[in-house]
T-cell receptor, first 112, second 114 residues
Framework: SQKIEQNSEALNIQEGKTATLTCNYT??????LQWYRQDPGRGPVFLLL???NEKEKRKERLKVTFDTTLKQSLFHITASQPADSATYLC???????????WGAGTKLIIKP | ETGVTQSPTHLIKTRGQQVTLRCSSQ?????VSWYQQALGQGPQFIFQ???????GRGNFPPRFSGLQFPNYSSELNVNALELDDSALYLC?????????????FGEGSRLTVL
């Protein structure tokens, strides 16, 4: 069966450390993989997109890797801050269709 | 530039009633998608509209229907509400020249069915 898995338990990280979130998928061949941030009661906010032929993408303190062999993406936040506390969702695009298939998200808590 | 706006932000209905949710897409975006997000879950794709036509549908029954208007705003209608329809309903728009699927979301409409 097809599924997308993210750490179901909250991830607690000390301020200043690097937070690493995992997104694993099975029986999908995504053209793109996206990461979004969602605060409680709000809509998701786009962070980064990585294509199937890219290994790594960076944006400021954020880094995403994409391993199509392992069927896994890692999302890193360096020099983490309490303001980074939120739920982070990964989503897959199969092709140019706008339909995204989402993981359930990982709640990240950055402690001062 | 105005972002995606949704209304109402919160509403309470009873089983069997009907509801209409509204969405104004971001300026320059001609594609609108609707998602349902249950508590603690990722969004689930309901359907997408492109130039006033339905352009893809997820695994939702026909009592979930929609419209897109010439100004690209959109409505989601749900008939015969069930308790399981309680969720955050998210509208997202996409720019006309994007082929990567990046979505711009509104803040959502929180529906509670009693």
């Amino acid at each position: 069966s097809q599924k997308i898995e993210q750490n179901s338990e909250a991830l607690n990280i000390q301020e200043g450390k690097t937070a690493t979130l995992t997104c694993n998928y099975t029986n999908y061949s995504p053209a793109y993989l996206q990461w979004y941030r969602q605060d409680p009661g709000r809509g998701p906010v786009f962070l980064l997109l990585i294509r199937e032929n890219e290994k790594e993408k960076r944006k400021e303190r954020l880094k995403v890797t994409f391993d199509t062999t392992l069927k896994q993406s890692l999302f890193h936040i360096t020099a983490s801050q309490p303001a980074d506390s939120a739920t982070y969702l990964c989503a897959l695009n199969m092709d140019s269709n706008y339909q995204l298939i989402w993981g359930a998200g990982t709640k990240l808590i950055i402690k001062p | 530039e105005t972002g995606v706006t949704q209304s109402p932000t919160h509403l309470i209905k009873t089983r069997g009633q009907q509801v209409t949710l509204r969405c104004s897409s971001q300026s320059g975006h001609n594609t609108v998608s609707w998602y349902q997000q249950a508590l603690g879950q990722g969004p689930q794709f309901i359907f997408q509209y492109y130039r006033e036509e339905e352009n893809g549908r997820g695994n939702f029954p026909p009592r979930f229907s929609g419209l897109q208007f010439p100004n690209y705003s959109s409505e989601l209608n749900v008939n015969a509400l069930e308790l399981d329809d309680s969720a955050l309903y998210l509208c997202a728009s996409s720019p006309a020249d994007s082929y990567t699927g990046e979505l711009f979301f509104g803040e959502g409409s929180r529906l509670t069915v009693l």
